[in-house]
């Protein structure tokens, strides 16, 4: 084990109470967050049933954190898997709901809806209110749109508009604990005239409703239930503090008011609970319910406050400019509204005993680029550069940071043009989890009721389909109509004597159908005898059925592990229990454990020669030795203040007003966080979106070791400028750099 850093050693030195850990990117946060829980794990005498809970923000990470306690805790000669519970916000509430949905007014077989399926109903939902109430939102259209515009506005622009308010509304109204029936007594009793929050509440009542009549909740609903539950229940609440002794939660800058609220009751007053995170990465803030200053305060107040300062990932002057962009956004930003961006600690680079040294000093690779680029020509620059640099360094990593998924695609075509290597993973959302989860799925809820000529024909729909690299899908969704219509199973699967569905059949069926129906039903008769294995065995069994690919195979083995845990905790679940949970793996492959798509999942190293294309906010967590930021002007990096550079700000709207910032102000008022002034929001948004953008460029510089370059254009329309931004750190960089 390699020796921590003073301070890291300051975290592992934890005894107990509140402790909040401020750590700079490439800190080691992961490393030492990992060996605190394995300390805890191996050197606090848990009791047999209690364990040390990690709440994380992503899928990725459960996976991560998983694995490192596991080779830790093995190293100390114990059982892997036991003492600790690594999760998500997300699958912790859900358990919690699962206890006792009947203290949130659901019913025990309510299952969970995944964004998609939440999207589409809230759309449908949307669409109907602006039907029959569209004059309530056409008062905030602005005047001098002319009379053909207005027509696209209405007819396409305007509903597009609503279906986004709705969405953030009905979160964020969920995010502070409100129902449809609360927020609708809120507005009666304020009297006050809050057109767009009235708003929110009747397509929120209809988008409830809908959800009431399929016994489903959404991820919103599963978070406010779950802090419901805990404030109702004092017997789970006390038998969950006693659980989890220990609270650790990663990633605290993202964390919300309400997740900070279910935390807070699971520790109780005299709890023990670690806050690890970086305020300067918080970049998922703007129109979410994330807050970094909630991480800041906690540090403030905790009992302990160690920092984690040192960083090894990058050479010293891209250290410097990262300092640099914390101290002028703090001291120099002409915006004094925008200067809380970024806050201390400054990032020192590592000691020279220290086991992971910065690469070598190397002014000269960074770089501003200041032209009037078009798009094209910037990533024309871009791609030529690294064509170059990858022919010259086989064994090193590149990325180019774009701000839209549109500029990557646009990046790709060039890069392709050109012959560059690259991946574009990470700008790919992939459905091959959800798919993986299904088919096994399918399988296990056929076993849990074998004479379902229904659900054996949805086994066989899966079946056949992963056997032939090109399957027909009119052919096989025929023959499983067929088995559909199968009036006992059993005389299918195991036929005697004249009872033979197949036989009775024959005449019907062309022999390539006939065999395909064999095969199915010797597999079928293997699935029967592997039911009474353990469900962590049944499912890895199946898996080898389907899968080879060991991208796959890993699938199911999380899925294997996730069923094994939900087993142990539903010690009386039985196969259709069972079955029910995966298909809510299957669904929400973004929100639970361990279950998430490539992006989720990707390592850098493992791509030496190549170019990563990524968003910039899909590159946090991630490092290259090269990285080219690309589209850092006033459009994607706007200061703030002035109208017209946000992207939620729409032309048709009245006063330049952001309708989704002014919608939740209302919500705020009526809860009594704020009083309403309209316009102040839209400011205040404005400003945000600022700081969220420093803290943004801040994080994409981070991504490099060793090489930097940044670049900027001028826009579709040819009207954009160099973002301030980018102005003040060229300066900082040609005044400093050599310092």
């Known amino acids: ?61 459960v996976d991560n954190f998983s694995n490192r306690i596991d080779n830790l805790i093995e190293e100390e000669g114990l059982l892997p898997d036991v003492g600790y519970r690594v999760c998500t916000l997300h699958t912790l509430a859900h358990e919690i709901v699962r206890a006792r949905p009947d203290l949130a007014g659901l019913t025990e077989d309510f299952h969970v809806i995944d964004d998609r399926r939440s999207s589409e109903i809230l759309s449908d939902v949307a669409s109907s209110w602006y039907t029959s109430h569209r004059s309530e939102l056409t008062g905030y259209l602005a005047d001098d749109i002319r009379s053909h515009k207005r027509k696209e506005v209405l007819a396409s622009k305007l509903p597009t508009q609503l279906r986004y308010l709705a ?231 590149a990325a180019i940071l774009v701000p839209t998924r549109k500029v990557g695609v646009q990046a790709i075509n060039y890069f392709k043009e050109k012959g560059v290597p690259y991946t574009d993973a990470l700008l790919k959302t992939t459905t091959e989890t959800r798919k993986a989860a299904q088919r096994i799925e399918r399988v296990i809820e056929y076993l849990a009721e074998p004479d379902s000529a229904t659900r054996l024909a949805k086994c066989y729909l899966q079946w056949r389909s992963s056997q032939v690299e090109d399957p027909n899908p009119d052919a096989i969704k025929s023959t499983a109509s067929r088995i559909s219509e199968c009036d006992r199973v059993e005389d299918y699967i195991w036929p005697q004597g004249d009872r033979s569905w197949l036989a009775s059949i024959e005449s019907d069926l062309s022999n390539d159908e006939l065999q395909r129906l064999e095969e199915f039903r010797d597999k079928v008769r293997y699935w029967l005898d592997l039911s009474g294995l353990p469900i962590g065995q049944l499912v890895m069994a199946l898996g080898r059925d389907f899968f080879s690919d060991p991208d796959q195979l890993a699938l199911v083995q999380k899925f294997a592990g996730l069923l094994r845990r939900a087993n142990s905790y539903n010690q009386d679940w039985g196969l259709p229990e069972l079955s029910s949970e995966l298909e809510v793996i299957a669904q929400n492959q973004r929100k639970f454990e361990g279950v998430g798509g490539q992006e989720s999942e990707f390592d850098p190293d493992e791509h030496t020669g190549e170019v990563t294309i990524s968003t910039m906010h899909g590159a946090k967590g991630l490092e290259w030795d090269r990285v080219h930021l690309l589209g850092v002007n006033d459009y994607h990096f706007p200061s703030g203040g002035a109208p017209g550079k946000l992207l939620n700000e729409k032309w048709y709207i009245r006063d330049d007003l952001n309708l989704q910032a002014e919608t939740l102000a209302q919500i705020d008022a009526l809860s009594g966080e704020n009083t309403y002034s309209e316009g102040t929001a839209t400011i205040e948004a404005r400003n945000e979106y600022a700081r969220e953008r420093i803290r943004l460029f801040y994080v994409c510089i981070t991504r490099a070791r060793e090489e930097l370059m940044i670049t900027t254009n001028i826009g579709r329309f040819e009207n954009n400028a160099p973002a301030l931004v980018f102005n003040k750190m060229s300066d900082f960089y040609n005044e400093h750099i050599d310092e």
């Open 1 to 61: 084990m390699a020796t921590p850093r003073e301070k890291q050693q300051e975290v592992l030195d934890y005894k107990g109470g509140t402790m909040g850990v401020s750590a700079v990117p490439g800190s080691g946060k992961t490393w030492t967050l990992t060996r605190l829980a394995a300390r805890l794990v191996t050197e606090k005498d848990l009791d047999a049933h209690q364990e040390v809970l990690v709440v994380t923000l992503v899928n990725s990470s």
């Open 167 to 397: 969405q953030h509304g009905i979160k964020y109204a969920k995010s502070l604990g409100l129902s449809a029936e609360e927020l609708k007594t809120e507005l009666a009793e304020s009297g006050k005239d809050f057109r767009l929050a009235e708003m929110i509440q009747s397509i929120y009542t209809s988008y409830q409703q809908a959800l009431d009549v399929r016994s489903a909740v959404d991820f919103d609903d599963l978070i406010r239930h779950a802090l419901w539950v805990l404030k109702t229940d004092d017997e789970l609440l006390h038998r969950l503090r006693d659980q989890w002794p220990y609270v650790l939660e990663d990633e605290a800058q993202d964390s919300s008011k309400i997740q900070e609220r279910i935390l807070r009751a699971l520790v109780g007053e005299e709890g023990n609970w670690v806050r690890v995170g970086d305020p300067n990465q918080a970049i998922y803030e703007s129109f979410t319910t994330a807050d970094p200053n909630l991480l800041r305060e906690f540090v403030d107040e905790a009992d302990e406050s160690p920092k984690l300062a040192r960083s090894g990932r990058s050479q010293p002057s891209i250290i410097k400019l990262a300092n640099g962009t914390i101290w002028w956004s703090k001291k120099n930003h002409p915006n004094r509204e925008v200067r809380g961006a970024l806050t201390k600690p400054y990032v020192h680079p590592t000691d020279e005993d220290d086991p992971q040294q910065n690469p070598p000093d190397r002014p000269d690779r960074i770089g501003f680029v200041n032209r009037d680029f078009q798009v094209e020509e910037e990533i024309d620059l871009v791609a030529r550069s690294l064509k170059k640099w990858t022919e010259e360094n086989p064994d090193k990593t």
